[in-house]
């Protein structure tokens, strides 16, 4: 059974930035998209990014559009979010998901495994 693991949340003030990443214990080629959701107390999963293993179709939700970046290391099968000029709003847990279908998709449902989370809180 593949394992995601977060990393790389933390504390941060406003206009900062933090790099999360998400490594699979074993090899992922059973899956063909990544996403990252995130949620907040009290507020349901919310869509960030999504990417095709191989690269191709990022995509971003418009809250985070410009300022966060999505990428992936095949060889270490590990994926990662670059969250750059990061706001109080972009509070929440961060959860990387993968998806076996190859089209990437921003609704939570639609993925098939899902890491812990890692905690990312923005000060004012």
């Known amino acids: 059974q593949v394992q995601l693991v977060e990393s790389g949340g933390g504390l941060v003030q406003a206009g900062g930035s933090l790099r999360l990443s998400c490594a699979a214990s074993?090899?992922?080629?059973?899956?063909?998209?990544m996403g990252w959701f995130r949620q907040a107390p009290g507020k349901e999963r919310e869509f960030v990014a999504s990417i095709r293993w191989s690269g191709e179709m990022p995509a971003y939700a418009d809250s985070v559009k410009g300022r966060f970046t999505i990428s992936r290391d095949i060889d270490k099968n590990t994926g990662y979010l670059q969250m750059n000029s990061l706001k109080p709003e972009d509070t929440a847990v961060y959860l990387c998901?993968?998806?076996?279908?190859?089209?990437?998709?921003?609704?939570?449902?639609?993925?098939?495994?899902w890491g812990q989370g890692t905690q990312v809180t923005v000060s004012s």
């Open positions: 998901a993968l998806r076996i279908n190859t089209t990437p998709s921003v609704i939570a449902d639609e993925y098939n495994l």
């Open positions: 074993r090899s992922i080629f059973r899956f063909h998209t």
